[in-house]
């Protein structure tokens, strides 16, 4: 009786395991279709931005058989599509920092500040209303931005600043700065709710104020995620196109004032682009050459910030 009931037990248990195995097998390879899923979308971006990195190379090489480095990187005249024809960039890429410089000391106070208020102030029927209609600014297309900079900035600013061109740095800075306030303001305000709240209680129950607990206490813990969300904004002020576009106007020069049209690399390559240019000369080389500068520039500020991350990233239980 009992041989029949071990003999029994065996077969069950071989029958489960066997149940066991199928059903381990069919696991894998819904497992094994996700991973190839996963890794085929994967392959999809490192081999898109392998071919854009091939192209600006190739086109930038032939650009630099034509036209000297040292002319391109240190040359103060930018005046490629007419004769007698002159390729330093430097005005375009200062063009671009002045754009980049004014959004920045426009948007980065103004986002951190709207951070703190609410993370650290504002109530939940307040922040309910305040944060999603900031975010709601980061879905406006960049071209309506350019055209309220055109038919109210710009005609505002002229009210209150003499001698301010219709096309001008200022009021393509204001707008830029505009558009990449909610990325500092979002990104912040994550950074900042993620600070235990273990260590504002121990400073409040030090003795220390409100503002001493913000300054002192969350933002230091936060400022690895403040810092990243500095650097990506600025990464999109870099590269911001229509705004700078119909605000800042088309004239590439050296100007220390942002009361006079500038011309900016991303502009630029929207007028090489337009289809007047013939394609294969040198003038049309100069996109790939400006497009290539301003693709290493916005990388390295990707590095860095993903090293910020990585280097004074705070992690809490």
């Known amino acids: 009786m009992q041989m029949r009931e071990m003999e029994t ?43 854009i990195i091939f192209i600006l190379a190739q086109e ?37 920092m002045l754009i980049t410089i004014g959004a920045a000391l426009f948007a980065i106070p103004t986002g951190l500040a709207s951070a703190i208020y609410l993370s650290e102030y504002a109530s939940p029927r307040m922040r309910a209303v305040v944060k999603p209609v900031l975010e709601v600014l980061a879905g406006i297309p960049t071209v309506v931005y350019g055209y309220f900079a055109l038919t109210f900035v710009t005609p505002l600013l002229r009210k209150m600043v003499p001698g301010l061109e219709v096309f001008n740095a200022l009021s393509g800075a204001i707008v830029v700065g505009v558009m990449i306030l909610p990325t500092i303001a979002t990104l912040s305000d994550n950074a900042l ?9 121990g400073a409040y129950a030090l003795g220390a104020t409100s503002l001493e607990v913000t300054t002192r206490v969350v933002v230091p813990a936060g400022l690895s995620g403040v810092m990243a969300s500095f650097l990506l904004a600025i990464s999109r002020a870099i590269g911001e196109t229509m705004a700078v576009t119909l ?58 910030s993903q090293w910020i991350l990585s280097k004074f990233r705070e992690v809490y239980e």
């Not at 497992?31 to 999809?44: D, H, R, T, V």
């Open 247 to 304: 605000a800042a106007g088309a004239t590439p020069n050296l100007s220390l004032t942002f009361l006079e049209s500038i011309q900016t690399m991303t502009a630029y390559i929207v007028q090489v682009s337009m289809g007047d240019t013939p394609a294969g000369g040198i003038a049309y080389q100069t996109l790939f050459a400006v497009a290539g500068l301003l693709f290493v520039i916005t990388l390295i500020l990707n590095i860095v």
């Open 9 to 51: 037990l065996k077969h069950s248990d071989v029958n489960q395991a066997k149940k066991i195995d199928i059903r381990k097998t069919r696991v894998r390879w819904g497992e094994f279709l996700i991973e190839s899923s996963l890794g085929l979308c994967a392959m999809i971006s490192i081999f898109t931005t392998g071919v």
């Open 193 to 201: 709710r993620a600070v235990p709240d273990s260590l504002r209680q």
């Open 60 to 96: 930038s090489l032939g650009f630099f058989e034509a036209v000297s480095p040292f002319d391109f990187f240190f040359g103060t005249s930018w005046v490629p599509l007419f004769e007698p024809s002159s390729y330093g960039v430097l005005p375009l890429l200062w063009g671009t």
